[in-house]
């Protein structure tokens, strides 16, 4: 099983420069790729993944900094535009974008990184040891690295790790071990066990202390090192925004994947949703997708069932005695059923018939992937 782990890397000065010529090769030599495939293709040409890696020992040559930085890193960043060129063909990506020198930088290396977690260190080729901040250990063999350098230049390295076991076995599916969980706005997630889970609502916190720090940018001159070191600032509220979110919901998936072993949840179309510019900005703090990968890859580690529903259910219309109330507008929270006159609340009962879908659906996601793949 496959498992990635992610640390802080605390370079020296030497090492941050080094590090940082190396995410500038990699960028150089992935727009040179994109440039080079761009061209062919006007010209009736096309050059594959392993024709562009030839041309790197001539590259190296003419642009001699290039030797600084790992010839795999190198090698990967042209295989990463071949993979970005794949994602779109099969219309899971738009069309590869040339990489910019400013925001996230950074580089991957398969294999021929170290650990050594009783000295804090990771050594990486070129570069040596690197001292690194251990928060947890592992065991099993090192696939791949990837260093990666934040907009508040900080610096981290994942590591992809074949743990060399099996996922555990499926726990079986049972209405008394299962929940359902409708996602929101106001209440983050609702369980159908009645559980009502608040939106923290990071990113609307952070708004007045956000807007004054990007009217404070606009006023600095461009080029000037008062407006790059207020960009910094800009850019740490932003990466703590970003930290309590990530804090909040590996939290809260920890947690509903540890008390159940069936999880129902609803296949949202965030990209439609965050269209409603009433809700963009709602939505996209509240970052669905995230929590629901998170569910999806702790339940595979524990061996629990992570079931999904259509996103056309009409989970939140559906009264228990199966009548529909097509005339629900979004603004009603709670609605009283004309045939049997039962009052629900609307996201409880949301949560309870995306349980009652998705004991339906069986087999869970990871079943399906295994069917789809034999």
């Not at 030797?67 to 890193?73: R, V």
């Not at 990007?214 to 407006?227: A, I, P």
């Not at 629901?292 to 999904?308: F, H, P, S, V």
């Amino acid at each position: 099983m496959l498992k990635a782990f992610k640390y802080e890397l605390m370079p020296t000065n030497d090492q941050k420069h080094q590090l940082s010529g190396a995410m500038g090769s990699c960028r150089f030599v992935y727009n040179l790729a994109l440039e080079t495939k761009n061209m062919a293709y006007q010209s009736g040409k096309n050059y594959t993944c392993f024709d562009l890696i030839k041309q790197l020992p001539e590259l190296k040559q003419s642009n001699d900094w290039l030797n600084d930085t790992p010839s795999q890193a190198l090698q990967q960043a042209i295989s990463n535009l071949d993979n970005a060129f794949t994602n779109f063909f099969k219309g899971k990506a738009s069309f590869p974008k040339f990489k910019k020198k400013d925001g996230r930088q950074s580089f991957r290396i398969p294999v021929a990184v170290k650990v050594d977690f009783d000295n804090w260190t990771v050594t990486l080729p070129k570069y040596g040891k690197v001292s690194v901040n251990i928060s947890r250990t592992f065991e099993g063999v090192v696939k791949q690295a990837t260093v990666s350098k934040t907009h508040t230049n900080r610096y981290f390295i994942s590591i992809l790790v074949e743990t060399g076991t099996n996922a555990p076995k499926l726990k079986p599916i049972a209405e008394k071990t299962a929940v359902g969980l409708d996602l929101g706005i106001k209440h983050f997630a609702i369980l159908s066990d009645g559980r009502k889970i608040e939106n923290p609502k990071n990113l609307i916190k952070a708004q007045r202390k956000l807007r004054i720090a990007q009217r404070s940018l606009e006023r600095k001159q461009k080029g000037s090192n008062s407006r790059e070191k207020q960009k910094l600032v800009v850019a740490k509220i932003y990466e703590k925004v970003t930290n309590q979110r990530k804090d909040f919901q590996h939290k809260l998936s920890t947690e509903i994947v540890n008390q159940h072993d069936s999880i129902c949840i609803e296949n949202l179309n965030v990209a439609g949703m965050i269209k409603n510019h009433k809700l963009a900005k709602h939505i996209s703090d509240a970052s669905w997708g995230s929590f629901e990968t998170m569910l999806r890859y702790k339940a595979e580690w524990n061996g629990k069932n992570l079931l999904q529903i259509g996103r056309f259910e009409p989970s939140s219309k559906i009264c228990s005695c199966g009548k529909i109330n097509n005339e629900l507008k979004l603004s009603e929270r709670t609605w009283t059923c004309n045939h049997c006159n039962t009052t629900h609340d609307r996201d409880i009962l949301a949560a309870n018939n995306i349980k009652n879908f998705g004991l339906r659906t069986r087999p869970s996601i990871r079943q399906r992937e295994a069917i789809a793949c034999a």
